[in-house]
T-cell receptor, first 110, second 115 residues
Framework: SQQGEEDPQALSIQEGENATMNCSYK?????LQWYRQNSGRGLVHLIL?????REKHSGRLRVTLDTSKKSSSLLITASRAADTASYFC??????????FGTGTRLQVFP | EPEVTQTPSHQVTQMGQEVILRCVPI?????FYWYRQILGQKVEFLVS????????KSEIFDDQFSVERPDGSNFTLKIRSTKLEDSAMYFC?????????????FGPGTRLLVL
């Protein structure tokens, strides 16, 4: 079974709008992390939320975690063209490895 | 700000050849990882390494793969006899402590193409 599934798979918005991406997972977690990947490039860590946290902010990013629903959301407020990228959630539970989701491709039009 | 570096950025090789991908983790980190991403697919865990030994590996990490920390700074992934399906982006990552509660910092990746 797939641990992380993001939706939508693709999202297109205008600059200044908010972008919301969701991640669902199947097993227990210790933490959930969001990463950004520009096309063909490396993974940039955005934010980590622990299983006992419900919401976290970092600049224009807001992440929520609902462990009862096994889901998380990433909100990017006042989006910019430079936010265009793929966004992945990744979960960790009592192992060394991160399990990545399928990703949401975000396109922000100027 | 310290970052993980990887070389080469691109590698083209013939099927059956050996390749070595190199990584320099962040200097005070203790845990090291390799992941790969086949084009258009998820990022997949390959192996984690701590205290000079493998701490966890995935099903993908078979006998064709090996990792090494030959000195105090480099961390390498070797593929002994490459297959077409090994074509992927390979990411190295490091973290100060175990994955639990800690961020893994990723390098920019090496794009491997096996012909």
């Amino acid at each position: 079974s797939q641990q992380g599934e993001e939706d939508p798979q693709a999202l297109s918005i205008q600059e200044g709008e908010n972008a919301t991406m969701n991640c669902s997972y199947k097993t227990s977690i210790n933490n959930l992390q969001w990463y950004r990947q520009n096309s063909g490039r490396g993974l940039v860590h955005l934010i980590l939320i622990r299983s006992n946290e419900r919401e976290k902010h970092s600049g224009r990013l807001r992440v929520t975690l609902d462990t009862s629903k096994k889901s998380s959301s990433l909100l990017i407020t006042a989006s910019r063209a430079a936010d265009t990228a793929s966004y992945f959630c990744a979960t960790e539970y009592n192992t060394d490895k991160l399990i990545f989701g399928t990703g949401t491709r975000l396109q922000v039009f100027p | 700000e310290p970052e993980v570096t990887q070389t080469p950025s691109h590698q083209v090789t013939q099927m059956g050849q050996e390749v070595i991908l190199r990584c320099v983790p962040i200097s005070n980190h203790l845990y090291f990882y390799w992941y790969r991403q086949i084009l258009g697919q998820k990022v997949e865990f390959l192996v984690s390494f701590y205290n000079n030994e493998i701490s966890e590996k995935s099903e993908i990490f078979d006998d064709q793969f090996s990792v090494e920390r030959p000195d105090g700074s480099n961390f390498t992934l070797k593929i002994r006899s490459t297959k077409l399906e090994d074509s992927a982006m390979y990411f190295c990552a490091s973290s100060p402590d175990r994955a639990i509660q800690e961020t893994q910092y990723f390098g920019p990746g090496t794009r491997l193409l096996v012909l």
